[in-house]
């Protein structure tokens, strides 16, 4: 129970009225992932719905006392003609291997010369040597030279004739006609649709499989297309790394796919930023299940997909706008700090949402970063408030105030603190109360500055600052400054 592969049983009990196999009263509980993989399997095989009920297909498949794979393999040779070699492809993937790995230059040249060679599946060549041996009455002799495991290929006769008596009871046709190798690939893919494999690229035998797996193609598989399904897969360690070994190969087309699974796929768009190229690309994928069969890229996409993914990035610091300067966020500053102050005012805010709304308006039209690198962006900004609540900002919360001397100092201002400017000394003479904003309800933070423009000092209260601190501060100052103004 904890090593078999359960898809038999468990389509057993879905036949059974038994829809949560899960919560089943088993004597030895399964593995909860070997139950998944029946599960899953079932549903590739179309023995169950998307639901997980059983349907009329996993129903006929039941009554055939084998494995439901090859119980498909059946149904489906059945309709295309090819019931006996379907049963000798299904008894070759069970047991021994058949043909073991060429042994010098030799063998190779004679497997190519007796078997011959077939590119679109391995199970043609095994079926090839399969008669080979059964001709020579399974004699280990005749057969070792092409490296045929004898005792193999009599016990593949054996489980063929067994899967043969199955299909009769089953009122298959075991009569063979005319067989196509169309017709077997097909049959093949029938049985194995949780193996469709994609390779990544013509010059690598790394393939993508069905379900998020990944898999190398053994290099002695006779398949070069790039969509394959494979009968075998395992495990083997590889230069020190695990890998999983893809055999038993056969080469399939789309269309097959699309007859026996149509269900199974599903067209996506996508829209994405490529962090290379610097630009909003869409991306139109066709997929068997999760397995990415095509994908055509293009720079086409909607304008405000676009707009929204290079505000992303804007916002990530990937792609800084040029003309977003510390100018702008003191202008929301402003306005935040304002709306706070006066409520009555009624000003909208700009939060971080806002704050992205805006961005995403800026690059609107565009899908390269080099678009809205040097895009305005005070027109777009400002335009969050009206006139008059311009106006109003630039009364009570305004970028610069004018002292004294003609001077207008830069008001910084923060979320978590007093609103500030920093001035030199000489810039203060004639200020002797509070610098306050907002309508006078808000006093300002004064760093005092030294000639060099280092802070001295740092005050809301002026007054106090002139009679406490000024007089020790000037004689210090006025011997390193002599040429500056001192009062």
Request: proline share 5%; with cysteine; charged share 30%.
């Given at each position: 129970?904890?090593?078999?592969?359960?898809?038999?049983?468990?389509?057993?009990?879905?036949?059974?009225d038994v829809e949560d196999v899960a919560a089943f009263r088993w004597l030895e509980p399964p593995d909860a992932r070997g139950l998944e993989r029946a599960l899953t399997l079932l549903t590739d095989l179309g023995a169950l719905d998307s639901v997980g009920s059983i349907t009329p297909l996993g129903r006929r498949m039941l009554a055939f006392p084998?494995?439901?794979?090859?119980?498909?393999?059946l149904l489906a040779a059945h309709e295309l003609g090819c019931v006996r070699p379907v049963a000798l492809i299904a008894a070759l993937t069970q047991g021994r291997n058949l043909l073991r790995r060429a042994e010098g230059k030799q063998m190779q040249e004679d497997r190519e010369s007796l078997l011959g060679e077939n590119a679109e599946s391995d199970f043609f060549t095994l079926m090839r040597a399969h008669r080979f041996a059964e001709q020579r009455n399974f004699n280990p002799q005749a057969c070792r030279p092409l490296g045929i495991n004898a005792i193999?290929?009599?016990?593949?006769?054996?489980?063929?004739?067994?899967?043969?008596?199955?299909?009769?009871?089953?009122?298959?046709?075991?009569?063979?006609?005319?067989?196509?190798?169309?017709?077997?690939?097909r049959c093949v893919l029938a049985g194995f649709p949780d193996m469709v494999a994609m390779r990544l690229d013509s010059g690598t035998l790394r393939c993508a499989l069905v379900h998020a797996r990944r898999g190398v193609l053994a290099r002695e598989s006779v398949v070069s297309t790039p969509l394959l399904v494979a009968s075998e897969v395992r495990e083997v360690e590889i230069r020190g790394e695990v890998e999983t070994l893809l055999t038993?190969?056969?080469?399939?087309?789309?269309?097959?796919?699309?007859?026996?699974?149509?269900?199974?796929?599903?067209?996506?768009?996508?829209?994405?930023?490529?962090a290379t190229l610097r630009?909003?690309?869409?991306?139109?994928?066709?997929?068997?299940?999760?397995?990415?069969l095509h994908a055509e890229q293009s720079d086409k996409?909607?304008?405000?997909?676009?707009a929204a993914l290079l505000a992303r990035e804007v916002e990530a610091g990937t792609c800084p706008l040029k003309n977003w300067d510390n100018a702008v966020d003191q202008w929301i500053l402003r306005l935040n700090q304002l709306a706070n102050w006066y409520?009555?005012?009624?000003?909208?805010?700009?939060?971080?949402?806002?704050?992205?709304?805006?961005?995403?308006?800026?690059?609107?039209?565009?899908?390269?970063?080099?678009?809205?690198?040097?895009?305005?962006?005070?027109p777009t900004v400002k335009s969050w408030l009206s006139p008059a609540q311009q106006d109003l900002l630039e009364k009570y919360a305004p970028e610069r105030i004018e002292l004294p001397n003609g001077r207008k100092a830069k008001i910084t201002y923060d979320t978590k603190a007093a609103?500030?400017?920093?001035?030199?000394?000489?810039?203060?003479?004639?200020?002797?109360?509070?610098?306050?904003?907002?309508?006078?309800?808000?006093?300002?933070?004064?760093?005092?500055?030294?000639?060099?423009h280092r802070p001295i000092q740092i005050t809301s209260n002026l007054a106090t600052f002139w009679k406490d601190s000024y007089p020790k501060i000037k004689q210090e100052l006025q011997r390193k400054y002599p040429r500056h103004e001192w009062r």
């Open positions: 129970m904890k090593r078999l592969d359960l898809a038999e049983v468990v389509l057993t009990l879905k036949a059974s084998a494995h439901p794979r090859y119980a498909r393999m193999a290929a009599r016990e593949a006769a054996a489980l063929t004739d067994q899967f043969l008596r199955i299909a009769k009871d089953e009122d298959l046709n075991i009569e063979s006609g005319n067989v196509t190798d169309e017709a077997l690939q038993l190969a056969t080469a399939i087309r789309e269309e097959w796919l699309r007859e026996l699974f149509p269900d199974g796929f599903a067209e996506t768009a996508e829209v994405y930023f490529d630009r909003v690309l869409a991306k139109r994928q066709t997929r068997f299940r999760d397995l990415v996409v909607p304008a405000e997909q676009a409520p009555e005012f009624e000003l909208p805010k700009i939060g971080d949402d806002d704050r992205r709304m805006l961005v995403e308006q800026i690059c609107l039209g565009a899908t390269s970063y080099k678009d809205i690198k040097e895009r305005q962006v005070w609103p500030t400017i920093a001035t030199r000394i000489q810039d203060l003479y004639g200020v002797d109360t509070e610098i306050r904003i907002g309508g006078n309800r808000v006093p300002v933070v004064i760093q005092v500055l030294a000639p060099n």
